[in-house]
Nanobody, 115 residues
Framework: QVQLVESGGGLVQPGGSLRLSCAAS????????MGWYRQAPGKQRELVAF???????RYADSVKGRFTISSDNAKNTVYLQMNSLKPEDTAVYYC?????????WGQGTQVTVSS
């Protein structure tokens, strides 16, 4: 059974940094992309960033220049380096793996940006 385990969330002051990690356990075949989504209270879940197996990346406009996604394909692990954090980045962040056969989600990790 595949599980995605996220870590790295927490409370940080505006302007600070956090690094999220997501490691997949179990066998996943045909991975096409790994990514991060977030959901703030009262809002829909939105894409933050994703990275393909060939290292192509895409970012939401709101995080471009501040967030960097990377991956370790051998370990089926994806990271999100978040710099210059803003209060509007506060949300639950979810890891996502899209494969040919299925889609997998992590349980979510809270990121709170507040002074």
């Amino acid at each position: 059974q595949v599980q995605l385990v996220e870590s790295g969330g927490g409370l940080v002051q505006p302007g600070g940094s956090l690094r999220l990690s997501c490691a997949a356990s179990g066998s996943i075949f045909g991975i096409r992309a790994m990514g991060w989504y977030r959901q703030a209270p009262g809002k829909q879940r939105e894409l933050v960033a994703f990275i393909t197996r060939s290292d192509s990346t895409r970012y939401a406009d709101s995080v471009k220049g501040r967030f960097t996604i990377s991956s370790d394909n051998a370990k089926n692990t994806v990271y999100l380096q978040m710099n210059s954090l803003k209060p509007e980045d506060t949300a639950v962040y979810y890891c996502n793996i899209d494969s040919t056969w299925s889609e997998y989600w992590g349980q979510g990790t809270q990121v709170t940006v507040s002074s």
